[in-house]
């Protein structure tokens, strides 16, 4: 075909036919590479923090995975994957903001687990008693991280300092009643109530409204099966005669006994 030439018509069927031919012997099937099937298994999703399950999805059967970690949508799950993706700087931050002390926090913020000598968890509600300098608030401040570790909502306050904001509410110009701070208090799911009976110890008695407020508090917690720790130099059986029977009886009942004697 001369080079400047326009191809014929049977030339272009020539080199169609030419191209599409298969280069097969004659008799032997065509072979095609099809894709190999790949095996899967179906595995659960499953909130780590509550421990429901999601929903499914279908891996490679040589995924090593037993289950897919994804953290739902309730508050108490979002808060724990919070505190678990919290740097040290921000848990301490966390830990102030619902009212453990400086003295207690180091490096980072402590937990039941640097304190062996005392077998107690953040969620179950404990009556930790002893002398000075044994330890109860240090382990109230480990409880209340631990619960905060969980996605809990917190509380940690001294009985004293307790009172003195209900007293604060009595000003003219108060902008909280009383009934509100007895409210912020029975509202988190664990309270850590510190240093119970002071008032006695060190104005010689606890006063009337003092007594009141702690009934209030005590009952609406018990009612609610909330978690309550709580610390005191005072012996479980003088809580009658500091407070009521029924104070105690209640305290009896919320909370395991747990005596510290050894000082740290």
């Not at 799950?77 to 848990?91: G, I, P, S, T, V």
């Amino acid at each position: 075909m001369p080079a400047n030439s326009e191809p014929t018509t049977e030339q272009l069927r020539q080199i169609h036919i030419n191209k599409t031919k298969t280069t097969s012997p004659p008799g032997e099937k065509l072979k095609f590479n099809l894709p190999k099937k790949v095996e899967t298994k179906t595995i659960a999703i499953i909130c780590p923090a509550c421990k429901v399950v999601l929903g499914d999805r279908v891996v490679k059967i040589d995924d090593d995975r037993e289950n897919i970690r994804k953290v739902c949508e309730k508050p108490a799950c979002l808060r724990r994957d919070k505190w678990f993706r919290a740097d040290d700087r921000a848990r301490i931050n966390m830990a102030k903001a619902i009212g453990v002390g400086d003295l207690f926090i180091r490096e980072t913020v402590p937990t039941m687990a640097d304190f062996p000598a005392a077998d107690m968890r953040w969620d179950d509600s404990a009556y930790i008693h002893g002398p000075v300098g044994t330890g109860k608030t240090w382990a109230a401040s480990a409880l209340a991280c631990d619960a905060l570790a969980q996605g809990r909502t917190v509380r940690l306050v001294n009985w004293l300092w307790f009172t003195a904001e209900v007293r604060d509410t009595y000003k003219a110009a108060g902008k909280e009643t009383e009934l509100d701070i007895v409210k912020r208090y029975t509202l988190p799911d664990v309270l850590c109530l510190d240093d119970i009976g002071t008032g006695k110890q060190i104005e010689g008695r606890e006063s009337q409204a003092a007594i009141v407020l702690m009934y209030m508090l005590m009952n609406k917690r018990y009612e609610q099966n909330k978690i309550t720790h709580i610390t005191s130099n005072v012996e479980p059986d003088e809580l009658a005669s500091i407070y009521d029977p029924r104070i105690a009886r209640r305290i009896a009942e919320m909370c395991e006994i747990v005596e510290l004697s050894e000082r740290i």
